[in-house]
């Protein structure tokens, strides 16, 4: 299948900084992606969709001043956690799909802040 | 709206048994698809099994089935012949063709027992 890398696949920052994450698809042109949000032992939440050029589409209750999207080329976005506090620590998982076809996730990004 | 519930928090098989893994689902779509994803320890999704809600024949992947009953909107994953290494969550998730979005289940954690 093809691949999704993110990076980094763990981050460790202080209250009140930003994050960035990205998310790759490395061996086909991914016109849109996702991104989720996973706490521990609990379910994948959808965060946001984004397709390439365009703004992304978030989910209800996702404020998208905090959790900014860019989806600048067929191959990269990115997720930025503005001034990320305590309960923003989680895991976060990308997926990538070219048009209808499959969906493929990346391996995770754990935020932790402290 | 689309809802995806799997009733079984937790599951203990003996190894080489089968077992299955419950998911029901509830979508006004005509046309969707569903799929099931193992996610061990270390956090990627890992594909399984998909089946298509037009689909006739109950998919299947090597060790994994699903069993599709499309009245009782329920899509089972049958995994024959347990290994210690199928321990993880499992995700049952449906996508709802032209909404391109994937809704998750809340997760089975999967134990198979020596």
């Known amino acids: 299948g093809a691949v999704v890398s993110q990076h980094p696949s763990r981050v460790i920052c202080k209250s009140g900084t930003s994050v960035k994450i990205e998310c790759r698809s490395l061996?086909?042109?991914?016109?849109?992606m996702f991104w989720y949000r996973q706490f521990p032992k609990q379910s994948l939440m959808l965060m946001a969709t984004?397709?390439?050029?365009?703004?992304?589409?978030?989910e209800q209750g996702v404020e998208k001043d905090k959790f900014l999207i860019n989806h600048a080329s067929l191959t990269l976005s990115t997720l930025t956690v503005t001034s990320a506090h305590p309960e923003d620590s989680s895991f976060y998982i990308c997926?990538?799909?070219?048009?209808?076809?499959?969906?493929?996730f990346g391996p995770g990004t754990r935020l932790t802040v402290l | 709206a689309q809802k995806i519930t799997q009733t079984q928090p937790g599951m203990f098989v003996q190894e080489k048994e089968a077992v299955t893994l419950d998911c029901t689902y509830d979508?006004?779509?005509?046309?969707?698809?569903l799929f099931w994803y193992k996610q061990p320890s270390s956090g990627e999704m890992i594909f399984l099994i998909y089946?298509?809600?037009?689909?006739?024949q109950n998919a299947t992947e090597g060790r994994y089935s699903l069993n599709f009953q499309k009245a009782r909107k329920s899509a089972n994953l049958v995994i024959s012949a347990s290994q210690l290494g199928d321990s993880a969550m499992y995700f049952c998730?449906?996508?709802?063709?032209?909404?391109?979005?994937?809704?998750f289940g809340s997760g089975t954690k999967l134990n198979v027992k020596p």
């Open positions: 997926s990538a799909r070219q048009g209808a076809d499959e969906q493929f």
């Open positions: 061996d086909f042109q991914a016109t849109t």
């Open positions: 984004s397709n390439e050029g365009s703004k992304a589409t978030y």
């Open positions: 979508t006004s779509d005509q046309s969707y698809g």
């Open positions: 089946q298509g809600s037009y689909d006739e």
């Open positions: 998730a449906m996508e709802g063709l032209g909404f391109n979005k994937f809704y």
